[in-house]
């Protein structure tokens, strides 16, 4: 962490959203409000195009937290890794 | 309890030899072999590429045989997926569940492969005719695994 009060994440795109966002991976400070995968989901659309399409309210993506599958609720915390992905197609 | 993500082929008949040969107590063994399709959603596929998730696919798939072998009495259970660049008509995934008898592991074979399907990170991507596009996650596959949710659970 850089200054008291933001937290370092590891953020995760697969798939279709790794495309779009252009990149695989980012390391990125957060300010204090984004507790949740809920408000790191909304903070992340707050950037803008192409994050505010892919992850507007009311799209598929499903959000891992240290390689768990999480709601919109679950903590976030520092040093976490924060994955971000369209709903699986395997098998 | 063998979990494996791999690009190289598998040999369905050894790995079911190696999952039951050392258990004397299995009288059961139901496999799943899922292969690529030369047509998918109305367009022909050339190539399909094969995604996950380092880490966390071995894990969510751990998670599904512990789930399964906690709602069945099963001796073991195999998993493998393959990822990477495949042509239709080549595996992709193999599951294998041994038990003492055929009930068991019929349930406990198709459970772990909804589960997947929904669960495990994998992504496909096709080549077509029309260039590439990754494959969209079907409604019938979340209702083929919502229904192991259901109070009285299907050939348990």
């Known amino acids: 962490m850089r200054d008291s009060g933001t937290a370092t994440l590891s953020l995760v795109y697969l798939a279709r959203l790794r495309e779009a966002f252009g990149a695989a991976s980012e390391r990125l400070d957060v300010p204090p409000g984004v507790t949740t995968v809920g408000t790191l989901r909304a903070w992340l659309a707050a950037r803008g195009d192409p994050w505010a399409t892919e992850l507007a309210p009311g799209r598929a993506v499903r959000i891992a937290v240290n390689h768990d599958l999480a709601d919109a609720d679950a903590l976030v915390r520092p040093g976490d890794e924060v994955a971000f992905f369209p709903p699986v197609t395997g098998g | ?156």
Not at chain 2, 13 to 30: I, M
Not at chain 2, 82 to 93: E, F, S, T, Y
């Open chain 2, 1 to 156: 309890m063998p979990v494996r993500v791999q690009t190289e082929d598998f040999d369905v008949g050894r790995e079911l030899a190696a999952l039951r040969e050392t258990d004397r107590s299995v009288g059961a063994v139901a496999a799943f072999v899922g292969t690529v399709r030369d047509v998918n959603d109305d367009a022909s596929v050339a190539t399909m590429t094969l995604e996950h998730y380092p880490g966390m696919t071995e894990k969510a798939l751990a998670a599904i045989v512990d789930d399964a072998k906690s709602r069945w009495a099963i001796a073991d259970a195999l998993v493998i997926h393959r990822v990477g660049a495949l042509k239709p008509a080549d595996q992709i995934v193999l599951v294998g569940v041994t038990s003492a008898h055929r009930r068991e592991a019929f349930a406990a074979c198709e459970f772990i492969i909804d589960y997947l399907k929904t669960r495990a990170p994998f992504w496909k991507k096709e080549e077509t005719p029309e260039g590439a596009r990754w494959v969209e996650a079907r409604v019938s596959d979340d209702d083929a695994a919502a229904r192991w949710r259901a109070p009285s659970v299907p050939g348990g």
